[in-house]
């Protein structure tokens, strides 16, 4: 086999460069800069701060309300991911069984995809509109006095459903490729040895899927946890009063409507740790036991 | 023929080039969309088209906190605007960080404009002005809580609007669940049922004279006897019928109202402007913000609500004085009037209410009269303003806290409690930044 090489050593550096700046200049440096607010009380206009030690951390370790924030993205983020894998998976074996008018379905499925966060959580309140939103007058007809905005359950389901909603085209896509790259030999071997579809798909299906679905957990989970930020923020409309929110909207409010830098700071800190050990989690734990062919 | 031409654009070149060596541009970042965006952008118009030598841009940002934000990171950059619109709870960010805005009455007698305190009407002179009663920032669209009642639903009920919570509880609300109405809802917890609560009651809202007397030591005095009174009260109208709670949204608590459903809303007096030019099935009316004979038998003006205008340091003295005529400009009875008349935010000088008064604006709308009358209510000990720190994210504690009493998520006593501690760990907070 040929291997391609570089005759020079500063050739590839070179090619590297632009790469390596952008990924220097919008993330090494801003994440720098905001470990270092963290440890500083600053004046909103900037005239003047204060080094205040791990002061900024252990107001937010000792902020019952804070800690609730942090339980509801969890629960939020557990919820989101496993129903946005979970209806994707149904309707990607579906759509692969389909055969006539494959396409039109397909499209149909991944239609939303499209849609940016702010958009889907426009449409959302629409749907649940207090006053004649099509949603909320089906949960009334089924005695669910449902109130967006007012009841934080309601709120939060609310919030569950459109990022469902918005994320699941996009397992759908990478679902239904996955079972079409399993080959023709195999499912017919497995037709064979067992007659329950139902038993063939866990038997056979669904680990051939594993490297899909686990590239999926992590897109889910990060998906779940930051670019849900638009749809809560159009959701509860600006105004968090007593609606759910999740740790990334929690930065913003600290941040940009309450100009508290230092506590804000702190805040996003907390969650590049938590992305680190996602990733370390990724690579570390779980790619070791999955096998890509 | 070609001479001619050359001469023409010469000519014309000539003036482009005089046009842009004189005339001074500012530019000024706000937070009025919709309707009332339209009336700003008419105002800046018109202020260019009175004179040659200053040229006004506005420019819409968002929504206050958006419009705030974007000032103050703006002003990091060195990249500030001329005039920036700060709301009422952004007062103590901006007037704290002195070097960050050159204060009104400063800035407009350098100018040889005159300037004159008493000049604006009582309840508007104080709010944005520091210890010593100078003014820093220059009030706009000043409006105050009040009580807005649909006509139709009160004769129906066969009953007047209520001058005390005491008469709406035992006289109005009844007769209009009666009436099959839904009495009241409001669509600012904070502003409505806390700060002018405070104001109305004439009930000290923070220690250090309301925060006027610097931020060291500031406490808030929310957690008192008299509004966990009404807030016990409120969650009992609830239970009633005859109060409902829409959210922390502004919107969803006034569509009701506008729906006939709510036959009495509590808003701004800015409102009035937007009320009006919706076609609403019922006529309505206002009047004074309602209080509690318990608490007071002399109830008090209230509290601005609403933005008012700062003048960005960091421009030179050319730029300064543009700024100083357009305040000028904006100050004079005529632009007030104009104002006060499109939105219904109140006219903030005597001169401009005694105008709208001869030209009997308030005999064909005297609903429109109400937002002053009640701003040039006897002004009490705790009625000038309120100034405390990090007050945006207060606000977002108090809304979180009272959304709870009104799911049953928590009691007012544990409510009021949570409210004081954040606000105060708030408070101590801000006065660490500004030292």
Redesign the interface.
Known sequence: MKRAGFSTRWLPILLLVPQLAIIAIFFYWPAVHAVQSSFYLQDPFGFGSTYVGVDNYADLANSGEYLKIARFTLIFTVLVTFFSLGLALLLAVKADNVIRGARSYRTLLMWVYAVAPPVAGFIGLIMFNQSWGPLTELARSVGWDFKLGVNFNDTATAMVLVSVWKQVPVNFIFFLSGLQSIPKAVREAALIDNRSATGRFWDVTFPLLAPTGFFLLIINITYALFDTFGIIDTLVKGEPGNNPMTLVYKVYVDGFRGNDLGGSSAQSVVLMVLVLALTVFQFRLIERRIHYT | MNKFKITTVAAAFAMTANVAYAEVEISWWHAMGGALGETVNQIAEDFNASQDDYKITPVFKG?Y?ET??AG?AA??AGEQPNVLQVFDAGAA??I?????TVPVQDLLIDNGVNFDINDYISGVRYFYADSDDKMIGMPFNSSSPILYYNMQAMEKAGVTAPKTWEEFQTVTAPALKAAGYTALSQSHLPWIFTENFMSRHDLPFATNNNGYDGTDGTKILVNNDAIKAHFTAVTEWQENGYFE?????WG?NQ??FE?GKVAIWLGSSGSFGGLSKKDLPFDFSATLLPYWEAVTTEPKQTFIGGASLFAMAGHDAADNAATAAFFKFLTSPEVQYFWHKETGYVPVTEAAYDMATKDGHYDRLPAAEVGIQQLSLPAGENTKGYRMG?Y??IR?VM??????I??G?TSVEDAFAAIET?AN?LLA?FA????
């Open positions: 929504t906190e705030l934000t103050i002003f990091r960010t901006v704290g960080a002195k070097g960050a709670w829409f959210g922390t949204g969803d569509t009701p729906e990090f945006v994210q977002d809304n979180r806290e009272y959304g709870r009104l799911t998520e954040e760990a907070r660490k930044t500004q030292n």
